[in-house]
């Protein structure tokens, strides 16, 4: 088996109130346009689901209805369904990565770890934890974070030389895998709202 995840998913919280590239200004929370990216984010991860049919029967003198499950033919997710997710904790500042992650743990009924903080020995707790004991062993795994940690991050987890993540964007994926024992980082768009980068 597997040492380590076969995925980890790097995300930012979605979109702010105030100058995006600082995460102390413009309140705690998501604006409109990032509780929208939230609410589209599990469309990224979760597979088509069936979903309940109800036949009523209303001849007397009783109702009766019977439920099945409808087969539904959807796109599969464009990025592996993760088994983890994690979320920086909540602070004075932000509760962002949480709302963000928050529906796609709850459409695909994980709960979400959001026990460390934006901190660099939390980020190296946090990592650590997730290269190297057996509960995420070929697992994926899915983090929302802070932009201007998220490369720590990254570096944490094996990428020898991260890119910045810029403070305007928020419609980013970056995907690492771990070919032959080292770490690769791709980045790609989400394509979730408009506007998004489409590359």
């Not at 004075?92 to 009924?109: F, V, Y």
């Amino acid at each position: 088996m597997q040492a380590g995840p076969s995925y980890i998913l790097i995300i930012r919280h979605g979109e702010k109130v105030g100058d995006p590239k600082k995460d102390d200004d413009g309140g705690n929370d998501l604006s409109i346009q990032g509780s929208a990216r939230a609410v589209a984010l599990p469309s990224l991860f979760v597979p088509a689901q069936s979903q309940l049919d109800c036949e009523f029967d209303f001849a007397p003198p009783r109702f009766a209805c019977s439920y099945e499950k409808i087969p539904l033919a959807g796109r599969p997710p464009r990025f592996p369904t993760p088994n983890f997710i994690f979320a920086t904790q909540q602070s004075k500042n932000s509760k962002r990565p949480i709302e963000t992650a928050t529906p796609t743990a709850i459409a695909l009924g994980l709960p979400l770890n959001d026990g460390y903080k934006d901190k660099d020995k939390d980020i190296q707790k946090m990592t650590h934890a997730i290269l190297t004991e057996f509960a995420f062993a070929g697992k994926v795994v899915l983090i929302c974070w802070h932009h201007g940690k998220i490369p720590d991050v990254a570096k944490a987890l094996g990428i020898s030389n991260p890119p910045k993540w810029d403070g305007k964007v928020f419609d980013r994926v970056w995907q690492i895998t771990f070919p032959k024992g080292k770490a690769k980082l791709d980045d790609f768009p989400q394509r979730l709202l408009f506007g998004d980068s489409q590359k």
